[in-house]
């Protein structure tokens, strides 16, 4: 089974906030952008034309990978709401 089959397994029930965070400004004079293929779900994607990072939060898997590689200790990092977040297991 291949990760994305793997991604496909799990269910998520999306916070009405994000649970992530960065500072723009911080990532613009980021040259590397580890966040953006660090992350097993794709979650970070820098976006040209807006200067910012897009962050799809919702799939998150809560790993913690994200705040531990970024070089600039820029992500605001908490647990989704009660409820919210990945579940690994059905039931
Ligand atoms: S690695 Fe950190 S500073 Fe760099 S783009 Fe990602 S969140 Fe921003
Ligand atoms: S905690 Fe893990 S899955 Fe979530 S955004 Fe960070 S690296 Fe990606």
Same mark, same amino acid.
């Given at each position: 089974m291949n990760i994305n089959e793997k991604l496909s397994t799990l269910k998520y029930n999306k916070d009405k906030d994000s649970h992530l965070s960065v500072d723009n400004n911080i990532c613009r004079k980021c040259i590397k952008k580890v966040c953006t293929y660090i992350c097993p779900a794709n979650v970070y994607e820098w976006n040209d034309n807006s200067s910012s990072l897009i962050i799809?939060? @919702?799939? &998150?898997? @809560? &790993?913690g990978a994200c705040k531990i590689a970024c070089e600039k200790n820029n992500i605001q990092w908490r647990y989704p709401s009660a409820g919210c977040g990945v579940k690994f297991k059905n039931g």
């Open positions: 799809r939060y @919702e799939n &998150c898997l @809560e &790993c």
